[in-house]
């Protein structure tokens, strides 16, 4: 850059060849190259001067081989200045290095205050090697401290994700307009269903399709979070910003846009075209449990994503997975029916605690009319969900329950996968 943009910045490190020449203040570099013989000529632009000195071998070599007196390394102290031997690794703060020293020095220049925490691998520390401006603090992780607060972190975070979600509007408009087109699809297919046996076969289809198609639309969390990933881990590795605002804000903009909002707009349009029920709190809590199964399923396939690197072999899991509970989920197969080695799988199927708690909020209350060869009968709702599907008649409320647990476990599992797997490997 150009000089007078080279001195606004805070700081500066020059490095050849992985071995770090000097990391202080970049008002003093030239004043530190100096004092070893390497003076800046007239007029020339000191962010060139360093990058000649970081290429040039001799140069180089000049700057490591100076040896300071007492009174020039106190006078590096006082500026701030920073020497490492060769083969030193430095970053920005000592994170989870493995059995590494961790040097926190603060450093006072033109009456600004600098707190940098570095890192120095153990194992490649040299004797004679300095860090000048602090004491060296051995075996010991210091708390890392971060260039700005966590709610800066938080808004410029979410700030980058919005624009990228409205930059890019190709999965929000497809999660919008699958769910519009396939909600209108749903209830053409069902429309009007009636309270006969048939109509009980079409109401009870209709319901468990729309956690189907919630479900598997999921899967597209996977490719969403692989995205950012890689992102995040670098700049995590440079010390940006902790997982919790990035976590926060992939939740936010995942879950409302993508998860929330279809699983409304499926609800609404397919619900009174299909003909259920006209009570509006029966309504609302339809519409509370497709957003909670929805938000379910999503949270599951980012628990895979952050876990498993391989998109094709997360992708694959998920799909498997989704399947098996949707073979345990109720319909398909009856609870009471499944051997008893079995029985222990459905309990970990969201479809099971979704499907259920729909079928009941809407035929429990109801009754089943029809004839069959000229005799009519009238049954139930509640005996049939009793018998044919092995549900509880109370299990409304306990089926939300258990999906909301199932969110908050998701949740902790994809925060701990983020915080203590995804960092960078060297």
Partial sequence: PRSDIFFMFDQALVVSKGEALYFGPADTAAEYFNRRGLVCPTNYNIADYLLDIAMDQELVAKAKSYQGSDLDEKAAISTGHQTHAPG??????????????????????????????????????????????????????????????????????????????????????????????????????????TMALAGFQNRAGSLFFMLALLGFSSISALGAFTDTRTLFIKERSNGYYPPTPFIISTLIFDLIPLRIVPAILLGCISYFMIGLSAVVETFFKFLLILVLFNISTAMFCLVIAAGVRATGVASLASSIVML???????????????????????????????????????VATTHLVDTIQGVAFNVPGSLILQKLFGFSLGGYWKNMIILIGFNILFIILFWAIVTLRLKERK
């Fill in 88 to 193: 030193n690794n430095i970053s920005r703060r000592g994170v989870n290095g493995n059995s590494s020293d961790i040097t926190r020095t603060s450093l006072t220049s033109n009456e600004q205050s600098y707190e940098t925490a570095v890192r120095i691998d153990s194992g490649s520390i040299d004797n004679n090697s300095t860090a000048s401006g602090s004491d060296s603090v051995s075996g010991k992780k210091l708390k890392t401290v971060y260039p700005t607060s966590f709610l800066t972190q938080l808004q410029v975070i979410m700030k980058r994700n919005f624009q990228t979600l409205v930059r890019d509007k190709s999965l929000l408009v497809l999660h919008v307009a699958v769910a519009i087109i396939l909600g209108l699809f749903i209830g053409g297919l069902y429309f009007k269903v």
């Fill in 324 to 362: 098996f509970m949707m073979l345990f989920g109720g319909f398909m197969i009856n609870s009471g029916n499944i051997p008893a080695a079995l029985t222990w799988i459905q309990y970990l199927s969201m479809f099971k605690y979704g499907f259920e708690a729909l079928a009941v909020n809407e």
